[in-house]
């Protein structure tokens, strides 16, 4: 292989494909990035049995080729690099020399034969959305996935289509978030992406208006975002009727604006510790809302004027839950919905059904 490239998009290619290299492998080639030279474009893939994300970048190419090096090294050094113009050859020993203006590396790689196949899929479905959409639907609800490897299924996302309305749903046993969008499609499909894609996904998507490919197999999925592929294995399993597990009662109803509520709980956070999570005690009475939060180093208390309707209810939530919910309706006010002290409470915006958090209350301990 006898290439040369921009040393600015070879870097930008290495350092997202790389995110999907295995650090500690059982297949030493799964450490590196595969590189592969034919016609003008050079493509780069990183893979580790169930993420693969792969690029092409334009490059002139005299000599076609392939080869496999050290992800971290090679990236290290195209960082280090001083021009902008690299050049890169390998022999037949598997050595890749690396010029750039007047510095120069040797690198042992290894043979591309000893590199896994990306997994290669039959499309079964398949929908088109904006980036920037995508990107939020993620953004509003990765925060709920399960990180309990106990239960597999919840350690990914539903993403369900029907109707024209193409939804994802997250729920770890405490908290679940639903965002929805409507979208162009005859589509009837449910399948489960597993959180760690969807971190990978998101990192890739930036907040434009382009069209982003959702290529959806039997057992596999695709997202083709600009010029990179992120490819990864589906989830198995039977995911939740997470309709059930949203209350259908109303108590007890507020609307508040947004910051508001998220700064009176914020003033609870250093009264809690990583180690135990002291619920925040909310009382919903009067007008007005009562939040105190009582911990081994501490006690702290607010109070928030604001129109209640409906019941007084006692209620306590863990810190943390109930930030994740109210950060990510993304609205200046938000409507709260309670149906007592035992069960979930709603988190939506007030003038869109397009987002949906559901906390779980946490057991309150008699303050007496």
Known sequence: MKISCSRTDLGSAISNVSRAVSTKASI???EGVLIKAYGSTLN???YNLEIGIT?????TIKEEGEIVVSAKLFL??????PEEVVFIETDERMVTYIACGN??????GMSSVEYPDLPSFEQTDGIFLNAKVLREMIRQTVYAVSENTAMPIYTGSLFEIENGIFKIIAIDGYRMAIRSENIDSDSKNAFVVPGKTQHEVLKLLIDDEETT?????????AFKIKNYKVISRLI???FIDYKSAIPKDTKTEVVINTRTIINAVERMSPINNDRMQSPVRCIFSDDEIKLSCISSIGR???VISVPIVGESVEIGFNNKYLLDALKNADTDEIKLILNGPLMGMIVKPVKSDSYLSVVVPMRLANEN
């Open 28 to 30: 030493p080639a799964l």
């Open 44 to 46: 780069i893939s990183g």
């Open 55 to 59: 690029t092409d970048i334009e490059a």
């Open 76 to 81: 290290d050094i195209v960082r280090q690099l």
């Open 103 to 108: 510095a120069n590396y040797q690198i042992v």
């Open 213 to 221: 490919e959702i290529i959806i197999g039997q057992r596999h999925i």
């Open 236 to 238: 198995e399993g039977t």
């Open 300 to 302: 702290a208390d607010d």
